[in-house]
């Protein structure tokens, strides 16, 4: 719930937040999208999680709120990724209905700023508030056409956790503490959507001097054990 402070805060109705919220659930990269609430028998659309800013909070608190608002979630991972600022993104057709049941001025410029997390799905329960109607965890690869300017912002949020997973080791607190290096190379080919081949992978991975490897093996598994692994410093959470 907003705190009393946001109660009496009125939004800014030119600047908002959209959040890209990665799911990994060991086997496929999903993303969170929210249904519009459906109102006046508008059609609703989907949508990345967002809204405008308040007037008396920074922008990191404003992601922060509207996750917790639309969709329940709260404490993950947020990193601040991009701006988008084309003055005709709220403006089509598509979406100005929705908009006029919403906003003074649906017409109004909206710049926004966005935030990308990676989450583990098991981990969260995202439910649906507020102006989101359900929310759903969508294939990456299968994102229909959604609200405003958001397939733009979905698709330059996938490009650069792809670019920082695999060269600033974001996500990697996805893995167990002590892994193998095909464990490894799951994760790498699940976040990166390509197959990866194992001994040009290993090698890289061996070069890159990220690995401890560990006086430790496989237990409780039908096959060779294999080699654990764990990394040297623990991906850390950050914000902007």
């Not at 060991?26 to 109102?39: A, M, P, R």
């Not at 991972?77 to 403006?91: D, E, I, M």
């Not at 994760?187 to 001994?199: A, C, Q, S, T």
Request: proline share 5%.
């Amino acid at each position: 719930m907003a705190d009393s402070a946001n109660m009496h805060s009125s939004p800014n109705p030119n600047v908002s937040t959209d959040c890209v919220v990665f799911g990994f659930d060991d086997e496929k990269l999903k993303v969170l999208l929210i249904e519009q609430k459906n109102t006046g028998g508008i059609s609703p659309q989907l949508a990345l999680p967002g809204d405008l800013v308040l007037e008396n909070e920074n922008l990191y608190q404003s992601a922060t709120r509207i996750l917790k608002e639309l969709t329940n979630l709260e404490g993950i991972y947020l990193k601040q990724f991009k701006t988008f600022g084309n003055p005709n993104r709220v403006r089509d057709v598509k979406d100005q209905d929705w908009l006029r049941t919403f906003r003074e001025d649906p017409q109004a410029r909206v710049i926004t700023v966005a935030y990308y997390s990676l989450v583990k799905m098991e981990d969260f329960a995202p439910q649906a508030a507020s102006l989101a109607g359900k929310v759903v965890w969508q294939n990456v690869d299968e994102v229909p056409q959604l609200a405003f300017d958001h397939n733009q912002i979905f698709n330059e949020a996938l490009e650069r956790l792809r670019e920082e997973f695999e060269y600033k080791n974001v996500g990697y607190e996805l893995l167990p503490k002590k892994f193998t290096l095909s464990m490894l190379q799951k994760l790498h080919e699940i976040i990166l959507g390509v197959e990866l081949d194992k001994r040009n992978f290993r090698k890289k991975i061996k070069k890159s001097d990220v690995l401890i490897p560990l006086d430790e093996k496989q237990s409780g598994v039908d096959h060779k054990p294999a080699q654990l692994f764990r990394y040297k410093t623990a991906s850390k959470s950050s914000s902007i």
